[in-house]
């Protein structure tokens, strides 16, 4: 069974060009740290049994309410024999505790469940 979760981190920052690129990768970094650590993978999941576990992460400057901003965008698919659980508020508590999120002091975090169609 695929159990899919779409998150989302909106920054809350315009960068220029001559800072983009680094910005972004920092970005793109703060949610690697997190799906690629088994233990917290573990904790998101409830220690639920895994098949398989994918991320694809897409970062850009995105319009915001006053101007830009940079945003990450991601879509977790884990595969399992049963539908499996994503922990939102423990995404959020280890965003907001990585101290590269200190960069981001407005950052805005989305989480939804992508439903089956």
Not at 25 to 50: C, K, W
Not at 77 to 85: L, R, W
Request: aromatic share 6%; net charge negative; glycine share 4%.
């Amino acid at each position: 069974m695929l159990s899919s979760y779409y998150l989302e981190l909106r920054s809350g920052v315009d960068y220029d060009l001559s800072e983009y690129d680094a910005a972004a990768g920092r970005l793109a970094q703060l949610l690697v740290s997190i799906m690629s650590d088994l233990h917290l993978l573990n904790q998101l999941t409830h220690d639920s049994p895994r098949d398989g576990c994918k991320t694809e992460i897409e970062v850009s400057m995105e319009p915001a309410v006053k101007g830009r901003e940079l945003v990450a965008k991601a879509v977790v698919d884990i595969t399992a024999d049963d539908k499996t659980p994503f922990d939102k508020s423990k995404f959020t508590k280890f965003i907001k505790a990585s101290a590269a999120c200190s960069e981001w002091p407005k950052l805005r975090i989305v989480k939804k469940a992508v439903l089956d169609q």
